[in-house]
């Protein structure tokens, strides 16, 4: 890929330092494996995989490994609402109890890390916007405190292994309170897994399926989808925690033997790095990639425009300043300030994406025409309170994601 490397404006030299600078981590055993991309002005520029997919069988991380990508499935499911907004199936300002009961009179806590039964009743519904925009009052178990963050796990089970379906989920969900009153706030929640099931329902068919017919099919995304194949799993990278004293546990789980009820379109599903460079630049293509168009330019640019207040902005997220350098559209971050920027990674401004819980990440920046993905897999605390363990902790491997924005940055020339 030299040839593609100079043609799109990087030096060689500062690109070849990448994969060892990587290495590094993984021969620490910080991570088990990683699979990069970089993508620029409609070219491949270089792909790097490194370590191991599965470190106990010996098996290497390759380009076509499968990963749970888990939050970047976030942007796909709001893409596919957005597909029929242009239909004029719903509209944003829709109240979402147009399509789900479950969610009708919902109360608030008067402290979102109160009691459960201090509640007052909701100002208004939580409309369509307020689910792409993380501001529906929803939340998280792993992102709240106190009894709601338990409530969570007690009533919904698992975030990433659900036994219910679908409609016994929104049930158990609209049960709960909301954390905060419907536009109040961001709080990163299971909105999108409600977006997704209201998508399913007004279409009368699962989620995996729209997702397949409407954007999977038409992009050629063939490993992408909520449950892998049987004939595919040696392909599935396993997920790895840190240990304390050091090296690597497997704390992967396996999928059913045939496909759940529940698909979360929060963080459900699993892809390969092609198949994600894919949506990423039909995203940079504003609705168009190869001659394949799923979406009107304009639709584009509402899901990748800020939508957040400089008030919501100015509240911390996962512990860290998030939006000191960002704001938050419809499913996806994009960067308002590359300066302010540099202190968690790379980018130009404007440039949009969404990471993934495990650690996977990716960004479209049109100001340099440039796609860049990082694969890994990489466990993080997801029971109740965790966002207390993860205040001022950076997990060692993860350093890894700004190692590499910042390596591409510095490359081009």
């Known amino acids: 890929m030299d040839g593609a490397q100079a043609a799109a404006g990087f030096n060689r030299d500062a690109l070849a330092g990448m994969a060892p600078a990587l290495k590094g981590l993984v021969d620490q055993q910080a991570l088990s494996g990683i699979v990069t991309l970089v993508w620029r002005r409609g070219e491949i520029v270089q792909v790097d995989a490194i370590g191991h997919r599965d470190i106990e069988a010996g098996l290497p991380m390759e380009r076509d490994t499968l990963f749970r990508i888990a939050s970047m499935t976030k942007p796909v499911t709001t893409l596919a609402a957005l597909m029929l907004v242009e239909e004029g199936k719903l509209k944003l300002d829709d109240p979402i109890t147009k399509w789900l009961p479950e969610f009708k009179d919902m109360k608030v806590l008067t402290d979102a890390t109160g009691p459960l039964d201090s509640t007052v009743p909701a100002a208004r519904d939580i409309t369509v916007e307020d689910l792409m925009t993380h501001r529906s009052g929803l939340a998280y178990g792993f992102t709240s405190l106190g009894p709601i963050a338990h409530a969570h796990e007690e009533k919904l089970g698992s975030a990433l292994a659900n036994p219910h ?108 790095v092609d198949d994600y460079l894919k949506f990423a630049r039909l995203m940079l293509g504003r609705g ?126």
């Open 165 to 272: 379906t679908p409609d016994e989920w929104m049930t158990r969900l609209g049960a709960l309170p909301l954390s905060y009153q419907p536009g109040e706030r961001f709080h990163y929640s299971h909105a999108t897994d409600v977006l997704g099931f209201l998508v399913a329902r007004i279409e009368g068919k699962p989620l995996g399926q729209v997702l397949k017919e409407r954007i999977f099919d038409p992009l050629g995304m063939h490993d992408t989808g909520f449950w892998t194949p049987h004939e595919k799993r040696h392909r599935l990278a396993k997920l790895y925690a840190a240990k304390p004293e050091g090296g690597l546990k497997d704390v992967s789980w396996a999928d059913p033997d045939t496909p759940a009820a529940f698909e979360g379109g929060g963080g459900g599903l699993v892809s390969t």
């Open 288 to 413: 168009e990639v190869d001659g394949v168009r799923l979406a009107r330019p304009e639709t584009i640019d509402l899901m990748t425009t800020n939508r957040l207040t400089d008030e919501q902005r100015g509240h911390a997220f996962l512990g860290m300043p998030f939006w000191l350098s960002q704001g938050f559209g419809l499913g996806a971050s994009m960067i308002l300030d590359a300066e302010k920027h540099q202190w968690m990674g790379a980018g130009g401004e404007g440039a949009f994406g969404w990471p993934g819980a495990f650690g996977t990440w990716w960004q479209a920046d049109p100001v340099n025409d440039l796609i860049l993905i990082y694969l890994i897999q990489d466990s993080m605390p997801l029971g109740p309170e965790a966002v207390t363990a993860m205040q001022g902790q950076r997990p060692t491997g993860r350093i890894g994601c700004p190692m590499f924005q910042k390596m591409v940055y510095a490359a081009l020339t």
